[in-house]
């Protein structure tokens, strides 16, 4: 449906063209003086010059045209030129009903392609921790957002599987039990279904395994080795490899359900090696690919480049493939199964030259279609309170399951002044934590460092998650009463009458179609957020100044009570937008 903008737009362009004007000058916007008026056209100050007449005077002619318009309360010139509109009480009622009976509240879900996100992107057997946080967060929701706009998507979540970690793993296993089967290397039987190991088990090996070849480089190069070997496919640590895979993956999916993100395909590193093959041929006999020092690379350095962009190295002197290969191989994998239009990756900004360097090759060298695009979306750091990287008190990479932990304690601990029984205690604490963190983070643009604030992230009030749910539960609360009031409004009994917390109200939910686009387009989760926080405060600020349920006229409480569903479908949409969902009570 027409945004409101769109059908403003529509009225200028006849009053324009009417008046003897271009339409190229019937452009509107939000107004900048909310006091003094809804919307602004600033076109007659455009178009003096191409009439070589006073904007003023352009500007009057064209008021006189749409003073005509039943939409429009007040239209009005103001010196030098500006034409400030203010739409009527039942114009803004109409566009609400059109926007309730619209499945998709006025959003046109008319982008059609076919997109491959890839995000989330953990590593099986490193514990998740906050850097892989904001993938999650951010890329869920722009999943959430790409499908709501029409498009078909699939979100991937990409496990690295295949790097040195497996091999650090296989040393240290081996160190600590040779006897174990998988390094037998006469045995020729099945191997155990059941890992030798537990997560708990992984999550201490690991990070023994990885200080320890920090400091003995001997046993870094035996763990390089039994990557190789790994990677060439000796069965014994393929048969470890497959066993470290289930036992992550299990533990990963729990902790990706705990944050409500889902993934469409859970593919690895791993899945791509069989395309290298091939693809390494294919860039050798095309020419695109050459020796350089032993390695084999391909140039993508163009020259309008400001700085320096290295060689996308294709394999290493010693013949091992490296992320960039697996990340091509990837990109022929996508194509062959997928045939995407898009594809996205949600990865931190650090890794923006090396993607550059990444979506360059895969151009060059044609292995992705010019019909195909390449977006890299990247992240910002999540910072502490004091403006470096978060890390725990002690100083250590804070997991992830211990943050969501922490913030769960805090809001529960709010709480418990509020008289819950334990199970809808613990509900509502589980979906106010994650509201907590998930609009904590997505409520700034993406490509931003942010500090990640507890006290204030958690705090029931101002621009946070929580306060949002509030405004949510509260208007779920006050539909029950009325549902158990029996005062059921029918749709033709929502009207408005005009008050100026119900005329703020309505002109907020009339910026949905606009915002929806836009945060689409710009794939900019933020917007949602300004959006549903200027909403809930509208929302609240009319809830104060009206009586709802105990006013006697009845034709108000029913229109308003249909309001407040209008508002609670529009909030609930947004933060489902976000991967965040809402308690009945709080
Ligand atoms: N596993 C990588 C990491 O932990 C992120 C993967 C990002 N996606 C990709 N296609 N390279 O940094």
């Known amino acids: 449906m027409n945004s409101i903008l769109n059908e403003i737009e529509n009225e200028l362009v006849k009053a324009f063209k009417a008046a003897g004007y271009d339409e190229k000058y019937a452009f509107i916007k939000w107004s900048d003086r909310p006091d003094l008026c809804q919307f602004q056209c600033n076109g007659a100050l455009a178009a003096a010059k191409e009439y070589k007449k006073a904007p003023f005077m352009i500007a009057d002619e064209v008021v006189e045209k749409l003073s005509l318009v039943a939409a429009f309360k007040t239209v009005e010139m103001v010196k030098p030129g500006f034409i400030n509109i203010t739409l009527s009480d039942e114009y803004l009622l109409s566009h609400a009903l059109k926007m309730c009976k619209d499945e998709k509240l006025g959003v046109n879900a008319d982008e059609n392609e076919k997109i491959i996100i890839d995000y989330g992107g953990a590593n099986v057997a490193k514990p998740l921790h906050v850097g892989h946080l904001r993938s999650a967060v951010i890329g869920e929701s722009i999943k959430r957002i790409k499908k709501y706009a029409g498009n078909d998507v699939t979100g991937d979540v990409h496990l690295g599987d295949w790097g040195l970690q497996i091999g650090l793993i296989i040393t240290e296993l081996k160190a600590r039990k040779p006897e174990l089967v998988y390094f037998d290397e006469s045995f020729e039987g099945e191997y155990p279904e059941e890992a030798p190991f537990t997560m708990s088990d ?59 993100v889902s993934f469409e395909l859970w593919k690895k590193e791993s899945d791509a090696q069989e395309y290298i093959p091939d693809m390494v041929e294919y860039m050798k006999s095309e020419g695109y690919a050459h020796i350089d020092q032993g390695a084999l690379v391909v140039d993508v350095s163009e020259e309008t480049d400001k700085k320096e962009i290295p060689p996308c190295m294709i394999l290493k002197s010693d013949g091992a493939t490296l992320y960039n290969t697996t990340d091509l191989a990837t990109i022929v994998e996508r194509r062959k199964l997928f045939d995407p239009d898009r594809i996205m990756y949600v990865v931190d900004k650090r890794q923006s030259l090396y993607f550059e360097q990444v ?228």
């Open 202 to 260: 992984l999550e201490e090996i690991y990070p023994y395994a990885n200080g320890y070849s920090k400091e003995h480089p001997e046993y870094k190069e035996q763990a390089q080795k039994a990557t190789a070997e790994l990677q060439s496919k000796k069965r014994g640590y393929l048969a470890i490899w497959k066993h470290i895979i289930e036992v992550s993956v299990a533990d990963l999916k729990k902790i990706y359900d705990k944050l409500n």
């Open 359 to 586: 979506f360059r090759c895969a151009r060059k060298t044609k292995i992705i279609g010019d019909n195909v695009e390449l977006d890299f979306l990247g992240f910002g750091t999540m910072n502490g309170k004091d403006g470096k990287p978060f890390k725990t008190r002690d100083g250590g990479v804070l997991r992830l399951e211990q943050l969501i932990k922490e913030v769960t304690d805090k809001v529960t601990e709010k709480m418990s002044d509020r008289g819950m029984d334990e199970e809808t205690l613990k509900d509502a604490a589980d979906k106010i934590a994650l509201a907590a963190i998930k609009y904590g983070d997505l409520s700034n643009q993406a490509s931003k460092d942010y500090v990640f604030d507890i006290d204030r992230f958690t705090s029931f009030e101002g621009n946070t998650g929580p306060y949002i749910l509030y405004t949510i539960v509260r208007i779920k609360s006050l539909l029950r009463k009325a549902a158990a009031e029996n005062v059921l409004p029918s749709d033709e009994e929502f009207k408005n009458f005009g008050s100026k917390e119900e005329t703020d109200l309505l002109l907020s939910a009339a910026k949905w179609t606009d915002t929806f686009a836009s945060a689409s387009k710009e794939n900019a989760p933020y917007k949602i957020c300004q959006f549903i926080y200027e909403l809930s405060e509208n929302y609240n600020v009319f809830y104060h100044e009206h009586k709802i349920l105990n006013n006697d006229n009845e034709e108000e409480k029913k229109a308003w009570i249909n309001l407040s569903k209008f508002i609670l479908k529009l909030l609930n949409t947004g933060i489902d937008l976000l991967g965040i969902s809402a308690p009945e009570q709080m």
